[in-house]
Nanobody, 117 residues
Framework: QVQLMESGGGLVQPGGSLRLSCAASGFTFGYYTMKWYRQTPGKEREFVASIYSPGGYTNYADSVKGRFTISRDNAKNTVYLQMHSLKPEDTAVYYC??????????WGQGTQVTVSS
């Protein structure tokens, strides 16, 4: 059974940091491009960051460049999103996503990140 389990969300003050984790199981993690998306009420889900495998090439939304870092540990089947200098507009539910050109796409259940003083 495929599972993507996000963790690490919570409440943080503006300027603070959080690290999200997404533990994957039930599929060949190393074959998949892993991505983070986020969504706020009333808005479409938006791309945040991606990391390819092999090679580890990364890509970021302009809104998070220089503040967020995506990484992966294929031995642990886990992808991370390190977030620094958080802003209130980063408040959202963050979703983990696994993509492959010829295989099904998978989503996690999401983890809430709230940036507020």
């Amino acid at each position: 059974q495929v599972q993507l389990m996000e963790s690490g969300g919570g409440l943080v003050q503006p300027g603070g940091s959080l690290r999200l984790s997404c533990a994957a199981s039930g599929f060949t993690f190393g074959y998949y491009t892993m991505k983070w998306y986020r969504q706020t009420p009333g808005k479409e889900r938006e791309f945040v960051a991606s990391i390819y495998s092999p090679g580890g090439y990364t890509n970021y939304a302009d809104s998070v460049k220089g503040r967020f870092t995506i990484s992966r540990d294929n031995a642990k089947n886990t992808v991370y999103l390190q977030m620094h200098s958080l802003k209130p507009e980063d408040t959202a539910v963050y979703y983990c996503n696994a993509q492959h050109m010829t295989r099904p796409t998978y989503w996690g259940q999401g983890t809430q990140v709230t940036v507020s003083s």
